[in-house]
């Protein structure tokens, strides 16, 4: 009974919000694609970097597709990668779906939400060779695998975020390396980084969720140009 009660509340996940709805779709500008996950592709880019996103757990994938598809409207192509049960312990390797599909991308920047993130972290680890930076959105390694890595890092969060807390940063940072950049969202919570409502022990977040996700765009968008003019 209890396995089956851990079944269905997997198989329930949060969101995605009425309004992310749209933005599954394609537009002038850019081209969506779903398949075994979500591609979003510019109409029009020259970008030699893409973004492979892994979601949160028990977060219902397409809440993230606002905040991918601005970002593809800046020149980016990216994948929102669904998991198995809608967690992404349980399909850590499946960037490598998006990497087998677009040969003509050469290189990544692998990033993910909560849990979404830390499982980015352990893909990076085991499969280097395509990845050029990653980006956590409310998230931290899993352990001290990146301490003495020489990779972009990019970790954002919010200052309202009640799932991980200010004194639980300061025990998580020595995680990151010494030249992770970090970005925090004054006003901005975890439920914030993708567009599923409310999450419970979550703080109310003290700004607009277009108002957040503008702010993950654009933090997003200047750490893959530095991973582009990078390599």
Avoid: C
Wanted: charged share 15%.
């Amino acid at each position: 009974m209890v396995l089956a009660g851990v079944y269905m509340f997997t198989l329930s996940p949060v969101g995605p919000l009425p309004a992310a709805l749209p933005y599954l779709q394609s537009d002038d500008q850019v081209q969506v694609t779903s398949g075994r996950y979500l591609f979003f592709q510019p109409m029009h880019s020259t970008a030699k970097t893409g973004l492979i996103f892994y979601p949160g757990g028990r977060v219902d994938y397409r809440s993230y597709a606002p905040m991918v598809h601005q970002l593809a409207e800046k020149g980016w192509s990216a994948a929102i990668v669904p998991m198995p049960l809608n967690l992404a312990v349980l399909g850590s390797d499946r960037a490598d779906w998006v990497i087998n599909d677009h040969p003509e991308i050469p290189q990544w920047v692998i990033a993910g939400h909560s849990l979404g993130g830390s499982m980015a972290a352990g893909y990076l680890v085991k499969n280097p060779t395509h990845i050029r930076g990653i980006a956590f959105l409310a998230a931290y390694p899993g352990g001290n695998e990146l301490v003495n890595s020489t990779i972009p890092v990019l970790s954002i969060f919010g200052s309202e975020d009640g799932l991980i807390t200010s004194d639980e940063w300061e025990t998580r940072k020595p995680r990151f390396p010494a030249t992770t950049q970090w970005l925090r969202i004054d006003g901005g919570n975890h439920a914030g980084f993708g567009w599923y409502g409310e999450q419970e022990g979550d703080r109310p977040a003290q700004i607009s969720l277009e108002d957040q996700t503008a702010q993950i765009v654009q933090g997003l968008d200047r750490f893959l140009t530095i991973v582009e003019n990078k390599n």
